[in-house]
């Protein structure tokens, strides 16, 4: 079969289904993106630059649909490219997101879309607003309403839509969520699985060591930013720090910014080192960076406690791969979380914006071992029953036939 997948940052949520559908004998690959340095045997990849539109000239409300329509322009152009050369591919599947999708059915007018929806932008209810710390001024509405025209487009193609989580679904409009598959994402439970003994024995980043008598809280993000509740983590550092001399804290994550507002000057990461200066033990905190990804499973499964925090927003993958990994999560209880967490079943759930309440929670995780193994417990049948890649791309590659017919 051939297959055609659009995705502005390869491989993209398809890693593990383009992993499955490689090596499967007569199959054909091609990926449009950006470029970057990943690569999957047996994927081709047609590679474009990204526009550079003037965005002075268009109004600020428009902005992010001008950069979408260029982008569906150099796509659909490609495409056409690759359909005079002979390519016609069985099913087209790509992120809504970037505005890609959007011109590819006038390429190829039978070929099945597949389109993921990730996220459907509102005003109040969800992330804008969540956080009194960081308001969004009403004049700067317009523009958060107007990130919804790439959605609207999409389904006007009238193809087929999938997405990951329930709460994901429930904020499309009622009228759109009929046209959208839930189809979960999931973890690799052969990969990411508790290693008891890791508990007993050191780890280390670089110098930064964790001995078998300390006990390890870790944090995960893709970026360090408020999104995903770093101010929250930061200033639970003195708090937690001081009641437990034995703690030890890595903070994983780059310094971009995925989600929210940039800095004018700096980044988040020095934004809140400098807040703090002076108030916890930098000593015995660690902020690598993003770090390998061996390095990343063994730090989990070292792990004593291991926090989740975020605004009502996607849910990361770094938590399925935690409730696989049979951590004791102290998570953000919001309602993207709450999908995936029971309070005091297999994570516990607190408020996702007080510092003080995190700091006892986790505190109260390390130090009552019945919580703690039970948690952990509760994380990995989680997992094994709701979170097995196998089933979830089960599900993704029957609609592929369904919509196929392969």
């Known amino acids: 079969m051939r ?15 383009l992993r499955e559908i490689a090596g499967v004998p007569g199959n054909e690959i091609v990926f449009i993106s950006e470029p970057n340095a990943n690569a999957i045997e047996g994927v081709r990849r047609i590679l474009y630059t990204p526009p550079k539109p003037d965005q002075e000239s268009v109004h600020y409300v428009a902005r992010d649909f001008d950069f979408a329509a260029r982008r569906a322009e150099i796509v659909a152009g490609m495409a056409m490219n690759l359909k005079r050369l002979g390519f016609s591919p069985d099913i087209i599947l790509g992120h809504h997101g970037w505005g890609e999708l959007l011109n590819l059915p006038d390429v190829w007018p039978d070929v099945p879309l597949l389109g993921y929806f990730e996220f459907y932008y509102h005003t109040n209810g969800q992330d804008v607003d969540f956080d009194s710390e960081f308001p969004i001024a009403s004049d700067r509405f317009p523009r958060i309403r107007a990130m919804n025209v790439v959605n609207h487009l999409a389904l006007a193609l009238n193809q087929h839509g999938q ?31 508790p290693d008891p003994e890791a508990c007993r024995q050191d780890f280390a ?81 660690l902020l690598p960076g993003q770090i390998p990804y061996d390095t990343y499973l063994k730090m989990l499964q070292r792990s004593d406690a291991h926090v989740y925090l975020t605004y009502p927003f996607v849910a990361s993958w770094s938590l399925r ?12 209880d919001v309602e993207p979380v709450s ?24 505190q109260h995780v390390l130090e009552d071992n019945k919580l703690n193994q039970r948690l952990r417990t509760g994380a990995r049948r989680y997992a094994e029953r709701h979170l097995d890649m ?14 196929t017919g392969a």
């Open 3 to 17: 297959y055609l997948f659009v995705h502005q940052n390869f491989p993209g949520q398809y890693l593990h289904l």
């Open 163 to 193: 997405t990951p989580t329930r709460w994901q679904l429930t904020r499309y409009p009622s009228w759109a969520q009929q046209r959208i598959r839930l189809i979960r994402e999931g973890a690799r439970l052969d990969v990411c699985r």
């Open 205 to 285: 980043i670089g110098e930064f060591r964790v001995t078998q008598g300390e006990k390890l809280v870790t944090y995960v993000a893709r970026n360090l930013e408020p999104y995903r509740g770093f101010h929250i983590m930061m200033r639970a550092l003195p708090h937690l720090l001081s009641a437990r001399p034995d703690v030890k804290v890595v903070m994983v994550g780059g310094d971009d910014v995925s989600y929210g507002a940039r800095l004018a000057e700096g980044t988040w990461r020095e934004h809140f080192q400098k807040q703090l200066a002076g108030k916890y033990d930098a000593s015995r905190v």
């Open 390 to 403: 196998h089933a979830c791309l089960g599900g993704l590659t029957a609609m592929i036939r369904e919509l």
């Open 339 to 362: 999908e995936f967490i029971t309070h005091d079943r297999n994570g516990l759930l607190i408020p996702a914006l007080d510092p003080k309440n995190l700091a006892a929670t986790v």
């Open 321 to 332: 791969e935690a409730l696989a990994m049979g951590c004791a999560i102290v998570a953000a």
